[in-house]
């Protein structure tokens, strides 16, 4: 049984950071590409940033590129999301995602989703 599980949400204040962690379980994590998505309240899922199984091609929303970081430790099963310089607007449930194959920024592509994890921004 596939398991993601994400950690490190939280009340942060404006210009602060995070960093976000996946672990994944119950698949080879060495095949398989992550990404990140979030969701506000009132709004769709949307894709945030995603990793190809290497680690060496990643992929970010316009709206986080320069302030979020994917990154991955294949040897740990684990995805990781820095967010730095956060806004409000960044407030949102945030999931890791895992599908087989190459990355993709289009929710339904993605096979496994974790419970997600509260990221809350305040001024």
């Known amino acids: 049984q596939v398991q993601l599980v994400e950690s490190g949400g939280g009340p942060v204040q404006a210009g602060g950071s995070l960093r976000l962690s996946c672990l994944v379980s119950?698949?080879?994590?060495?095949?398989?590409?992550m990404g990140w998505f979030r969701q506000a309240p009132g709004k769709e899922r949307e894709f945030a940033a995603a990793?190809?199984?290497?680690?060496?091609?990643?992929y970010y929303a316009d709206s986080v590129k320069g302030r979020f970081t994917i990154s991955r430790d294949n040897a740990k099963n684990t995805v990781y999301l820095q967010m730095n310089s956060l806004k409000l607007e960044d407030t949102a449930v945030y999931y890791c995602?895992?599908?087989?194959?190459?990355?993709?920024?289009?929710?339904?592509?993605?096979?496994?989703w974790g419970q997600g994890t509260q990221v809350t921004v305040s001024s």
């Open positions: 119950g698949r080879t994590f060495g095949s398989t590409a």
């Open positions: 990793i190809d199984w290497t680690g060496d091609n990643t």
């Open positions: 995602a895992a599908k087989f194959g190459g990355v993709s920024r289009t929710v339904n592509r993605y096979d496994s």
